[in-house]
C-alpha cells in the first residue's frame, strides 16, 4: 500500500496534467461546432482506460524499486541490490553503489588511521616504560645522574613529538603552512637543536650545504623530517667519532638534500619496506627501540608536500636519505620574465 500512495505521489502532476490537456482537446472540438457529447464521453472513456493500463503497468514495473526503498535497510550492503527495471531507477542505483563504494574507501580509511594510531600508541607506552623505570632507579641513588636523566627525559620528548606528528598527519593539510626557506639555515637550526644529542653518542655533524640554495616547503614540518633523520642516523652508528654528513645539490628536477650517516646500513631486504607504517626491520630488532614510525612519517609529509623520498644504504656503510625539492619550470620562467621586465 505504501509503494501505491508512493506511485500516485510521484505521478499526480502527470494526472493532472493529462486531465487539463483531455479538457483541452474537447473544448477545442466543442468551440470548432463538434457538438456530439456520446463522441466526447467515449473519447474521455477511452482516455481514462489507456491511461490507467499505462499507469497499472508502470506501477507493476517499478513496484519492486519502491517496496526496496520504502523498506528499513538492515545494513549498507542493501543498497547494492537490483531491482529497477526503467532507465531512470537504473541511474538511481548505480549512483548509490558508486557512494557506496566512495564510502567504504572512506571507512577503510579512517578504519586503517585508527588502528595505526592505536597500534602505535601501545607500541609508544611499552617503550616509556624504560626511560621512566630507568629515571626511577636513578632517583633512588644517593648521587642523582643528572646527564643520565637527561638522556632518558630526551627519550620521551622524541617519543611525545612522534606520537604529535602521527596525529597530526590526519589534519596535515590545515596545518601547513608553504613558505621559500633557505636550506643551509635550516639545517643549521635542526642541528642546533640536536646538539645534546650528537654530543651525548660522540657523533658529529658536518654540512657542506651552500648558502643561498632556497627551496619551496613547509619549514616547521621540514625541520621535524630532517630531525628524523638525525635521530635515525645517531641512533644507528656505532662506535665514537662518526660523522652525519649534510649536503645539498641541483638537479634537473630542483634541489636535493642528503643526509648520510657512518651507521650500521639498512640491509636490501629492508630497503623497500623501512617507510612502512610500524616496519622495524633488522636494525630495529637489534635496538629494540623502534616504532617503525619515523620514516612513514617522513615519507607521508614528503608525499603531501610534492618532495620526493628516496633511501640508499649498505649494510656496515651506512645510509643516505634524500629529500627531492621539486621546482615548478613555470614559476621559474615567469620569474626570469619578471626578472627582464625590472
Known amino acids: 500500500?505504501?509503494?501505491?500512495?508512493?506511485?500516485?505521489?510521484?505521478?499526480?502532476?502527470?494526472?493532472?496534467?493529462?486531465?487539463?490537456?483531455?479538457?483541452?482537446?474537447?473544448?477545442?472540438y466543442w468551440l470548432d461546432g463538434f457538438r456530439n457529447v456520446d463522441t466526447?464521453?467515449?473519447?474521455?472513456?477511452?482516455?481514462?482506460?489507456?491511461?490507467?493500463?499505462?499507469?497499472?503497468?508502470?506501477?507493476?514495473g517499478r513496484r519492486a524499486y519502491y517496496n526496496r526503498i520504502l523498506k528499513q535497510p538492515a545494513k549498507m550492503e542493501d543498497l547494492l541490490m537490483r531491482t529497477s527495471k526503467s532507465p531512470e531507477?537504473?541511474?538511481?542505483?548505480?549512483?548509490?553503489?558508486?557512494?557506496?563504494?566512495?564510502?567504504q574507501k572512506e571507512v577503510q580509511a579512517l578504519r586503517s588511521e585508527n588502528e595505526r594510531h592505536e597500534t602505535f600508541m601501545n607500541q609508544w607506552v611499552h617503550q616509556m616504560k624504560t626511560p621512566l623505570s630507568v629515571i626511577s632507579l636513578l632517583l633512588?641513588?644517593?648521587?642523582?645522574?643528572?646527564?643520565?636523566?637527561?638522556?632518558?627525559?630526551?627519550?620521551?620528548?622524541?617519543?611525545?613529538?612522534?606520537?604529535?606528528?602521527?596525529?597530526?598527519?590526519?589534519?596535515?593539510?590545515?596545518?601547513?603552512?608553504?613558505?621559500?626557506?633557505?636550506?643551509?639555515?635550516?639545517?643549521?637550526?635542526v642541528i642546533s637543536e640536536h646538539?645534546?644529542?650528537?654530543?651525548?653518542?660522540?657523533?658529529?655533524p658536518s654540512s657542506s650545504i651552500e648558502e643561498g640554495l632556497i627551496?619551496?616547503?613547509?619549514?616547521?614540518?621540514?625541520?621535524?623530517?630532517?630531525a628524523q633523520f638525525i635521530t635515525n642516523a645517531v641512533k644507528y652508528t656505532r662506535g665514537e667519532g662518526k660523522h652525519v654528513y649534510f649536503s645539498a645539490d641541483r638537479t634537473?628536477?630542483?634541489?636535493?638534500?642528503?643526509?648520510?650517516?657512518?651507521?650500521?646500513g639498512i640491509p636490501a631486504s629492508d630497503l623497500k619496506r623501512v617507510t612502512h607504517a610500524f616496519f622495524t626491520g633488522e636494525n630495529g630488532r637489534l635496538t629494540g627501540e623502534s616504532t617503525g614510525m619515523g620514516l612513514f612519517?617522513?615519507?607521508?609529509?614528503?608525499?603531501?608536500?610534492?618532495?620526493?623520498?628516496?633511501?640508499?644504504?649498505?649494510?656496515?656503510?651506512?645510509?643516505?636519505?634524500?629529500?627531492?625539492?621539486?621546482?615548478?619550470?613555470?614559476?621559474?620562467?615567469?620569474?626570469?620574465?619578471?626578472?627582464?621586465?625590472?
Open 1 to 28: 500500500m505504501k509503494a501505491l500512495r508512493l506511485f500516485i505521489r510521484e505521478h499526480s502532476a502527470y494526472l493532472v496534467f493529462h486531465i487539463l490537456l483531455t479538457v483541452f482537446v474537447l473544448s477545442l
Open 195 to 204: 646538539k645534546k644529542l650528537f654530543i651525548t653518542n660522540r657523533v658529529y
Open 140 to 189: 633512588q641513588e644517593e648521587e642523582v645522574d643528572r646527564e643520565a636523566i637527561g638522556e632518558e627525559a630526551d627519550r620521551i620528548r622524541r617519543g611525545l613529538e612522534t606520537v604529535l606528528l602521527n596525529a597530526r598527519l590526519g589534519t596535515f593539510e590545515r596545518d601547513m603552512q608553504i613558505a621559500r626557506a633557505d636550506l643551509a639555515s635550516l639545517v643549521r637550526e
Open 252 to 264: 634537473e628536477d630542483g634541489i636535493r638534500l642528503t643526509v648520510r650517516d657512518e651507521g650500521i
Open 215 to 226: 627551496v619551496t616547503t613547509d619549514p616547521k614540518w621540514m625541520k621535524t623530517i630532517i
Open 40 to 60: 466526447a464521453v467515449y473519447s474521455v472513456v477511452m482516455v481514462l482506460i489507456l491511461t490507467t493500463l499505462f499507469l497499472a503497468a508502470r506501477f507493476i
Open 89 to 103: 531507477t537504473s541511474e538511481a542505483e548505480r549512483f548509490g553503489h558508486e557512494v557506496y563504494g566512495i564510502y
Open 297 to 342: 612519517i617522513a615519507k607521508e609529509v614528503c608525499d603531501q608536500l610534492g618532495h620526493g623520498l628516496e633511501i640508499e644504504s649498505e649494510p656496515g656503510e651506512g645510509t643516505a636519505v634524500s629529500v627531492l625539492f621539486r621546482e615548478k619550470k613555470e614559476e621559474g620562467k615567469e620569474e626570469a620574465h619578471a626578472d627582464r621586465q625590472h
